[in-house]
């Protein structure tokens, strides 16, 4: 996994880009239980941000939306 930060503004970080490999699990040919754990880990440093920003209204919304993305992402 990698993580980039775009360059501060006005002494704050605007955007966060994570990228992540998938790796299956040897035993069963699927998803690894270290895959399967993104989704969560993704909404919660999402909601950290937005409630960092000042921005929690967006929360669920947002979260809603990262969910669909990366389980669309991890699909085989």
Same mark, same amino acid.
């Given at each position: 996994?990698? &993580?980039? &930060?775009?360059?501060? $503004? !006005?002494?704050? $970080? ?5 990228? &992540?490999?998938?790796?299956? !699990? ?6 690894? /239980?270290? !895959? ?14 937005? %409630? ?8 669920? !919304? ?7 993305? %990366?389980?669309? /992402? $991890? /699909?085989?």
């Amino acid at each position: 996994m990698t &993580f980039a &930060f775009t360059p501060q $503004r !006005d002494g704050l $970080r605007t955007a966060l880009e994570v990228s &992540f490999e998938r790796r299956t !699990d040897p035993e069963t040919g699927g998803l690894s /239980a270290a !895959d399967c754990a993104w989704p969560g880990r993704l909404r919660r440093i999402v909601r950290a941000g937005l %409630v960092y920003w000042r921005r929690p209204e967006l929360v669920g !919304d947002v979260e809603l939306l990262l969910t669909e993305l %990366v389980t669309n /992402a $991890r /699909a085989p």
